[in-house]
């Protein structure tokens, strides 16, 4: 068993590792380039690929979350279950042309 965990773990380290890479590279090449080359193009364009860099760098911070949650098979089957449960109540109240959703939580107030 704990050969098999290892190899998940490698398997989540290494792609954890390749997502970082991926996202972070654009950022630092930019960073680096425009630090080295005193004729780096300061153009729209070249601020709109800089944009996109960051934006590449925060999120991240935003993907990580979800490869471990998505790496953990009993999360997996749990939010994949819930969709399919969504999914089956939707099609329910289109079918039958009423919301069961909105008589079920009339007295429920989230603000």
């Known amino acids: ?15 954890l590792t390749l997502t970082f890479i991926v996202l972070w590279f654009p950022v630092n090449f930019l960073a680096t380039w ?7 193009p300061k153009r729209f364009s070249s601020y709109l690929l800089k944009m996109i860099a960051h934006t ?6 935003s993907v990580n979350p979800m490869i471990y949650a998505f790496s953990n098979e009993s999360f997996r089957h749990s939010s ?32």
């Open 80 to 111: 994949t279950h819930l969709i399919r449960k969504i999914f089956r109540r939707k099609l329910y109240e289109d079918v039958n042309g009423h919301n069961r959703l909105a008589k079920s939580n009339e007295g429920t107030q989230f603000l």
């Open 34 to 40: 425009y630090r080295l080359d005193k004729n780096f």
């Open 56 to 61: 590449m760098s925060y999120a991240n911070s």
């Open 1 to 15: 068993m704990s050969v098999i965990r290892n190899k998940r773990v490698t398997k989540i380290v290494i792609f």
